[in-house]
């Protein structure tokens, strides 16, 4: 049944799928080069474009590609903060996808609380705007669904609730790489600056942590696991806890950079040398890490790339229904602030 609703009736209207396959391009491209309101391109590609779609005879439908045709041409992205080097990451990619495509990019930020983020985006739909970005989603919260109810589009972005469009690094694989890197250095007692459990993205690390220490066949301590926010204090706090333990992690896997470098300053005033003592893993590969004093290990996250899928599929949607969710894959960066396990 599934396949029969994928099949063009014979007479049914040609679709921009249709002109990008006949093209050979992508259906953004497509698109993109027949959008009126936008500056037209005389490339070799855009020619064929037209040459296609005017041998098909496609007609662009106003009410099948409102965000296409939106009247504002802007996208509300909605983030946790600013001074979260990722999200202003991830905005900054955002915004230079849009530029690419004629669309604007506002920002509204909500210190990642439920009750600011329905605030944020009500005030970006009064904007009207043609749709969300939002990376502020959390495990168990209807919120995007009552946006799908409602009709609103928008995608997810870094996080999922496993329902909607979105666009996500894999982080499962990331929190397995970083684990995997500390276990090949001989490290058994590996701890781990957990993040918080709504956000999709740091339970998948901590899945990847689970899988690779699983298959090295070290039982995790759950006194090895600290819960923490996305935050430098609290990665600060976590290391504190870990340290005081006895015996104390020879490694730690933070899962993202600001926690890490809270627990590197901590780890360090503690009188504890990284790596000597303990060797340590972030996450996100902020520009700042390489450049520490003990330029940091990190997973590089391609937010470009994962900035660059979220607006497709707001704008042109999924393929099909496999194409919901785009997955990006990460990169382990080792630096100077993992080594070899000391000796026991």
Sequence with gaps: MAEEQQIRPRHAPVTLRDVAAAAGVSKSTVSRILD?????????TAERVRRVAAE??????????????????????????LTDTVMAMLYESLAHACRRSGHFAIVATTDDQPDADRTAVEALLQRRVDGLVLSTARLGDDFPGRLAARGVPYVLALRT??????????????????????????????????????????R??????????????????????????????????????????????????????????????????LGLSVPKDVS??????????????TPLTSVRVPFDQIAGAALELLVSGPTDEHDRVRVAQPTLIPRRSTASAPPL
């Design 36 to 44: 009126e309101r936008l500056p037209r391109s005389d490339s070799g």
């Design 280 to 293: 340590l893993v972030g996450y996100n590969d902020i520009p700042i890490v390489g450049r520490l004093p």
């Design 56 to 81: 098909l005879g496609y007609v662009r439908d106003p009410s099948a590609a409102s965000l296409r045709r939106g009247t504002t041409m802007s996208i509300g992205v909605v983030v946790p903060r």
């Design 204 to 269: 998948g690390r901590v899945e990847g942590y689970r899988q690779a220490m699983a298959e090295a066949g070290v039982d995790v301590d759950p006194a090895w696991v600290a819960e923490s926010t996305f935050g430098i204090e609290s990665g600060g706090d976590a290391a504190r806890s870990l340290m005081g333990l006895d015996p104390r992690p020879t490694a730690v896997f933070a899962v993202n950079d600001n926690t890490a470098i809270g627990a590197l300053s901590v780890v360090e005033n």
């Design 161 to 202: 609730d496993g329902h909607s469009l979105a666009s996500v690094g894999d982080d499962r694989l990331g929190g397995y790489l970083a684990t995997r890197h500390l276990l090949d250095l001989g490290h058994r007692r590996i701890g781990l600056i957990a993040g918080p459990g709504y956000a999709s993205s740091a």
